[in-house]
């Protein structure tokens, strides 16, 4: 091949000499013959920077970040847990940030932690309140959760489940019909047009003969969304890790998580206090 061909020997000024540059090269010379055999043998054996090294994202990241979450949910848990008062300003101050950290182009670790530690307090006395009125709902919801949350996770790392465009889409029609449903329904408890505390969810239909509390249906649609959330977090997450996404985009991976792992676990709870308060 001619060397006409290779744009370097096309730029006159490829080999240009700059001031001092002979003195530079003879200094680089001199410091590799300085180095011993076994000391440049010892530099190509060495292995190449990794993601952690590199600045970008790594799972190890994600888990962590999300164990963190989850450690300040625990916390705000077991403190609106003792204190249920708080649940309403608990909801509000987490509603708020959830919102702010949605709307964030640049992940905020603060913001990011404060949102877990308040959803934490609202889902404690959440949970305290109903598990007052059925005993032993609480500890059940949780066990679905975590099993939801494993039987998902699972199918994702088998590939036979993944967040399609085509599923994506339909995702987000149901969870608009969802929304207005559960804005609807807490406008009519909230000016007392439902005397039912859950309701429209609290309201029976007959199916082939059998009553079944509308509550139950729409949460085991709820959950089915909120499972296929956690999909469509595992997808974002494995391209990230992929793309090789800066490091501090972990924290709105663990974001995601934890929203839909919280909005997982009050669905659960309210489908088995329903169905409790039915027996």
Do not use: H
């Not at 509603?95 to 404060?114: C, D, E, H, M, T």
């Not at 085509?166 to 005397?195: C, E, P, Q």
């Not at 729409?218 to 089915?224: N, P, S, T, Y």
């Amino acid at each position: 091949m001619a060397l006409g061909g290779n744009p370097v020997f096309n730029n006159p000024n490829a080999f240009r000499k700059e001031p001092g540059g002979a003195a530079a090269g003879s200094a680089v010379l001199a410091g590799q013959a300085q180095m011993s055999s076994e000391q440049l043998q010892d530099l190509y054996n060495r292995p190449s920077a990794g993601p952690a090294q590199t600045g970008r994202m790594t799972y190890d990241d994600v888990i962590m970040k999300t164990l963190a979450c989850l450690v300040l949910v625990l916390a705000g848990a077991a403190v609106g847990w003792m204190v249920p008062a708080l649940m309403i300003p608990g909801m509000i101050v987490g509603l708020i940030l959830g919102l702010v950290n949605s709307f964030k182009r640049q992940p905020s670790k603060g913001l990011i932690l404060a949102y877990a530690g308040a959803e934490g307090v609202f889902v404690g006395a959440l949970s305290m309140v109903i598990d007052s009125m059925y005993p032993g709902v609480a500890p059940q919801a949780v066990l679905g959760t975590v099993c939801v949350f494993a039987v998902t996770l699972a199918l994702f790392k088998s590939g036979k489940v993944r967040a399609t465009p085509k599923a994506m889409k339909f995702f987000m029609i149901a969870m608009a019909g969802y929304l207005v449903f559960s804005l609807v329904n807490f406008g009519l408890v909230m000016f007392g047009v439902l005397d039912n505390q859950w309701g429209m969810r609290g309201m029976d239909i007959s199916i082939m003969g059998i009553s079944i509390p509308l509550g139950v249906l729409i949460g085991l649609v709820a959950i089915a969304l909120a499972a296929f959330a956690l999909i469509m977090d595992f997808t974002s997450i494995e391209e990230g890790v992929k793309a090789g996404v800066d490091a501090r985009f972990a924290w709105t991976a663990a974001f995601g998580l934890t929203v839909t792992l919280i909005w997982l676990y009050v669905e659960i709870l309210r489908v088995l206090a329903i169905l409790r308060g039915e027996e």
